[in-house]
């Protein structure tokens, strides 16, 4: 696997390699300069060679700015396995008491919450974990959406990483028509053959993504790049 230098962007991928640096160079020092300093594998590293995260955020609503990141799960992975053993939960103190639906649905309440690290802690726990490794999530538009929002309030500065979208690769490498749930995570799981995982819980559904991934690139049937499978 090669890092993407920062001095010098891959042609291939110049408009995330732009993004990426202007973000770095509004990051201030600490844990999210860190994040940008450590790169990012070039977009035509065969993605067999390229280590990734599988990331899951519980959240107590969608709006990125106004709702509040509950839970972090992740694991590392690589593209034809999972490395459990590596599996995390980070948990965040919300700034406000929780809704009754956030605690129906997530199963975590402002008691199990209260000890938690705040949302600055959790970032600066976070973000090493994810450096110099692409995202993979399922519709990864509320992973990096919320940890934007965070690291603008946190650190005044954006967060941008490569993100795979097993939801946007399901659709392109296998695009059908499809009920209207037919993309979530639990559904497509089902048509691989894969097992049924409790929802709402960011470590178990970081698993179950990372394992989606393995089930796709298996059956998509050829190597692909890192590039291949960047959200565009």
Same mark, same amino acid.
């Given at each position: 696997?090669i890092?993407?230098?920062?001095?010098?962007?891959?042609s291939?991928?110049?408009?995330?390699a732009r993004?990426?640096e202007?973000?770095?160079?509004l990051?201030p020092?600490?844990?999210?300069?860190?994040?940008?300093?450590a790169?990012y594998p070039?977009?035509?590293t065969?993605l067999a060679?390229?280590p990734?995260?599988?990331l899951d955020l519980?959240t107590?609503?969608?709006d990125?700015?106004?709702?509040?990141?509950?839970?972090a799960g992740?694991v590392e992975m690589?593209h034809d396995?999972?490395f459990a053993g590596?599996?995390?939960?980070?948990?965040?103190?919300?700034p406000?008491?929780l809704?009754?639906?956030?605690?129906?649905?997530?199963?975590?309440?402002?008691?199990a919450? #209260?000890?938690?690290?705040d949302e600055a802690?959790?970032?600066?726990r976070?973000?090493?974990?994810? #450096?110099?490794k692409?995202?993979?999530?399922h519709?990864?538009?509320i992973?990096?959406g919320?940890l934007?929002?965070a690291?603008r309030?946190?650190f005044?500065?954006?967060?941008? $990483?490569?993100?795979?979208c097993?939801?946007?690769?399901e659709?392109?490498?296998f695009?059908?028509?499809?009920?209207?749930?037919g993309?979530?995570l639990?559904?497509?799981?089902a048509?691989y053959?894969?097992p049924?995982?409790r929802?709402?819980d960011?470590?178990?559904d970081?698993?179950?993504c990372g394992?989606?991934l393995? $089930?796709?690139?298996?059956?998509h049937g050829?190597?692909p790049t890192?590039?291949?499978?960047?959200?565009s």
């Amino acid at each position: 696997m090669i890092l993407q230098p920062l001095s010098n962007w891959l042609s291939g991928s110049g408009r995330f390699a732009r993004r990426f640096e202007a973000a770095r160079r509004l990051a201030p020092d600490g844990p999210l300069r860190a994040f940008y300093d450590a790169g990012y594998p070039t977009f035509s590293t065969p993605l067999a060679q390229v280590p990734l995260v599988a990331l899951d955020l519980e959240t107590d609503g969608l709006d990125f700015r106004g709702s509040a990141i509950l839970e972090a799960g992740l694991v590392e992975m690589a593209h034809d396995r999972i490395f459990a053993g590596t599996g995390k939960r980070i948990r965040i103190r919300p700034p406000e008491a929780l809704s009754e639906q956030s605690v129906v649905i997530h199963r975590i309440t402002d008691d199990a919450l #209260a000890g938690e690290l705040d949302e600055a802690e959790a970032l600066s726990r976070l973000l090493p974990l994810l #450096a110099g490794k692409p995202v993979v999530a399922h519709f990864s538009e509320i992973e990096s959406g919320f940890l934007d929002a965070a690291c603008r309030r946190v650190f005044g500065a954006p967060f941008v $990483a490569p993100f795979i979208c097993t939801m946007a690769l399901e659709n392109r490498w296998f695009p059908r028509q499809r009920a209207a749930d037919g993309l979530r995570l639990a559904k497509l799981r089902a048509g691989y053959g894969l097992p049924a995982y409790r929802a709402h819980d960011g470590l178990v559904d970081a698993l179950a993504c990372g394992e989606l991934l393995v $089930a796709q690139i298996a059956a998509h049937g050829n190597a692909p790049t890192l590039g291949d499978v960047i959200r565009s």
